[in-house]
């Protein structure tokens, strides 16, 4: 080993102190890092590519169902943002105002977007006239700014967030709860095949639920710390904002008619659960679908074979030009130390290719998320890899599915319900869904919190 | 022609008064609209679908030559903004503060970044130590806010605008001036094969250079009225920013070496830019590469034949199914109506067909940029389409390059000077690159400003 070499594993491990162990993760396989603004992080280049598939898989089914992007201004004056009540109780606590620009004093303050709905249905009122406007069907791609007061934590609790807002209006109920579905199945493809998790779909509760809306609906995740974190929601408006906002339109019988509006949106704070949910006491495992790199080789050579061998893992890597790989032929680091590179970076797949293996034809593929190696012939590498990479993508779902469903327990009393959230489970338990018995189960319970309705 | 019709014409002519003619075009053309925070817009679906070709078409380039994407936050802490000086006096004057999260005063105010370099500068000092960390070559897409205290016009002078903004790192001056062709040869190419156009290309002076930078490099264009714009610009750093925020590196000899920097952007001014450039009194002229929409089919029929000749349209539309097409068959609306908004909104093709084609087995294309019709065999639309689009973006393309080189004046002295800033032309001067006479020379003129050294 060179001396160039450090340490680069992790010191914690998952099962002994969850937050620590994602913490010094992300920081190590250079996810993320902290700034000199306390709760604000950059996403470095791997995160942000994650992130980047994301957009464009969700982008591209938005717009295959007539969802057109647009950008609305990052700040809100005060007074708009006041106009739906519920709305500005929920995020005034959290908003961070700006009050000057250069030397000059505003004359009103304005706030850093938390949520775009009064912004937008701002302009939506000057838009919308007629039933010839409708359906009216936007989204943002952005960031957003909550001024969290609890401790940050990378990815999953920030002060600003990226995200896709969805803002939509229809002439009828029966139109607009019609799109609840179209945009749960696209959030629940994008889990389901890119992030290679399983979430539990449902409605939030009367307590729960978005402030303004007249129903939420989102996935959600159990952490193996017993904590659950709400993913991709989508929210029924109903005329709540149309009222406030004065969007009215003219109806085929030429009558006033106030439309109804859905939103949704999803957050980078997926990553966060993904890489909890995936990751293991060596690093990252990451589905490959979402992986900046899909597939890591690490040829092993020395000084006099080293042309031969290279020249080798060049073929390999041209073989698999369809993938996202990379060919690790630094000199300054042992192939050891590379494996735990590539492990702690959650690489899906590695190919090893030594002196003996050109001799036999033949590669090692080594899996990320069972730590099998497998020998592969030299001409079946493409083949081997594609189907290696769809076996991970399969077995990081099944598992992330029975870790939750492992964790859900029926449970029939407080006693049961109390026991449960001892034991770290998720509880299905029969509710009223009135928020003042809601509150009763949370003080008896010492704090739990409801995830959904099934 | 029907009750909802409505005049949707320009009522002001491009040649009397530019300014009126834009703010009016791209309101009407639903580009954008203003919001209720003064100097900020929204841009609407048309508009922000331009801007996206724009940024997925430079994102290939950038990310071809191994660039990576990367996302820092969007507040800086005032001491950190400080820690460049000629950077910070370059921006205070423009900045917006946050002072406030929900009710609580932040212990330090924070700054809305005006521009990146400060916050992913500080970070870069604790990621660079090695000459193995370079180069390091990150972007962003992202958002900024500069408080314009003059009157704003959407695109081109606005409080937020969106932007890509490079920074790379390289060991030696002579890798980082390397980049300087390779980035300018991408906004080249988009500005060319995207927007149809032609820029001046060259050097900053002293004066006029990024406030921090050793050279500033841009594309500079010229408005009707006489008046310069900056295009997409690229920085030599040299080591400023190295020093100012103590990025260093070890290098092969294992000797501490400030590194060199480079920056560079392109914004959504382009498409003000664009817009002005090719429009004309009958609205937006929009290169085909960018265009939304590049071909309007607007059927002409009655009561009797609509069905026959909806037919035959859908099967134009599918014929051309490789370009962006909307078929008009609204049936509120007469043909010469839709002619008119098509022609607003600058779609660069129109096809025509009525009763008479479908029996000649032809249709009528109507060309935005030279108002040329032309009759096409039914058999041959989509290949007449594709030629006629590639006409019609060299067209625009060489009518750019054409204005902006007629409006260039080769001058000796200051009265030849006076008189072609008199008759609004773009002047070619001898210069010395003296801040102090370029001052001298704004004060004699009236207020010219130097665009760039060729």
Redesign the interface.
Known sequence: MSKKEKQIGLTTKKEDNLTKWYTELIQKAQLT?Y???SG??????DC??M??IIQKETDKKFKKIGI??????????E??LAKEETHVEGF????????????SKLTE??A?RPTSET?MY??YS??IRSW?DLPLK?NQW??V?R?E?KHPIALMRTR?F?WNEGHTVYATKKEADKERNQILDIYEEILKNYMALYGIKGKKTEKEKFAGAEATYSFEFFLPNGKGVQGPDFHNDGQNFAKAFDIQFLDKNEKKQYPYQNTFAITTRMLGVMIIMHGDDKGLVLPPAIAPTQIAIVPIFNEKNKDKILKEANKIKKALKQFRVKLDDRE?YSPGWKFNEWELKGVPLRIEIGPKDIEKKQVVLARRDTNKKEFVKLTKVSESAKKTLKDIHQNLYENSKKNLLNSLTKVKSMQELKKAVKNKKLALAPFCNDPECEDWIKEKTGGTSSRCIE
Do not use: Q
Request: glycine share 2%; with cysteine; aromatic share 18%.
């Open positions: 890092d700034t000199e603004v604000c992080m950059v996403f470095r280049p942000y590519a992130w980047e057109k992007n647009a950008y609305f201004p990052l700040f809100i004056p007074k708009l005034t606590p959290e908003v961070a105002w700006v009050t000057h620009a250069g030397d303050k304005l850093v912004i701002d302009s000057k838009w010839r936007l952005n960031n700014v001024w007061f600003e990226l300054e």
